[in-house]
């Protein structure tokens, strides 16, 4: 049988049979010997051991298509990125680094801002304005209301999708309007600090229909974009691309350079200031950490 692995918990691996079914598995030996983990989202041949019980063996680990290190997930078609739009505020930085991260694993970003009933149009259009000219689908919800969580269940139908995002921002609430039976917790935001508390505790699949399963993972507060070069940062601003024609060097990294198409467009309000910014700070920690 196949099946995609959902959960794994102290070295048993819960494998979803695509229907309505989930097993209780180990995995073989021969997988360590092979220096192969089985990761959630992973696709699997298994054996049931005991049909009744729900219990079985993955036998066999199928061809990943990509596999993501934080959170360690296989086979993600895209990820859905949901910060609230107030309460808290956005961290953009952080934001940034998470949009590099999936551009450097090349996997589709959907961004959702959250909290909607909370804010005035100004803020959406503001946001709108940022993401949507670096080229994301940026989208405006209510998850406690359920405005907008149609356009997201459309988004994700057929898909594997992982949801990410700061904690407190409503990421549970958007999983639990998604696919009920999910019953994530939804942690109440700290008045003192305007955080959630984490309450995704481990990484897991939810199956919401056929071919369609999301990944509610554990809040982040923190990305360090550390394992590159600080020469292909710019890979990852894909709005950069339109302008760079016109910078003079060739592999111009649209920091110090005098003649840049990129600082050009930034000074003329083509290109949004705080992802500039973002940029040239992620670039400085890059360019530090060589130094050392």
Avoid at 38 to 65: H, Y
């Amino acid at each position: 049988m196949t099946g995609k692995i959902i959960k794994g918990i102290a070295g048993f691996y819960y494998v979803h049979d695509g229907r309505e079914k989930v097993y209780e598995c180990r995995a073989k030996g021969i997988f360590r010997s092979r220096k192969i983990k089985p990761l959630v989202g992973d696709d699997v041949e298994f054996s049931v051991l005991d049909e009744e019980a729900g219990t079985g063996n993955i036998d066999e680990i199928l061809p990943r298509k990509n596999t993501l290190i934080r959170p360690a997930v296989a086979n993600v078609d895209q990820a859905l990125v949901v910060f609230a739009i107030t309460q808290p505020d956005p961290n953009l930085n952080l934001l940034d680094r998470f949009l590099v991260m999936m551009e450097r694993a090349g996997v589709p970003v959907v961004l959702c801002f959250n909290k909607i009933d909370l804010c005035r149009e100004e803020l959406m259009d503001q946001y709108r304005q940022i993401y949507e000219s670096a080229g994301y689908d940026v989208h405006f919800i209510s998850a406690r209301n359920e405005v907008g969580v149609e356009v997201i269940q459309d988004y994700i139908r057929g898909k594997t999708t992982v949801l990410a995002g700061p904690s407190g921002v409503g990421k549970s609430s958007l999983t639990n309007a998604i696919q009920p039976e999910a019953e994530m917790e939804t942690g109440e935001i700290s008045e003192k600090i305007k955080r959630g508390k984490h309450t995704t505790r481990h990484s897991e699949l939810f199956y919401v229909e056929e071919n369609t399963y999301m990944m509610d993972t554990p809040g982040f507060s923190s990305m360090y974009v550390d394992d590159m070069e600080a020469g292909e940062l710019k890979d990852y601003f894909p709005e950069f691309a339109a302008f760079e024609k016109d910078c003079k060097f060739t592999g111009c990294v649209h920091i110090g350079e005098k003649v840049c198409g990129v600082k050009a467009a930034l000074e003329q309000g083509a290109l949004s200031s705080s992802r500039y910014e973002n940029y040239r700070l992620i670039y400085q920690e890059l360019k530090e950490k060589r130094r050392y």
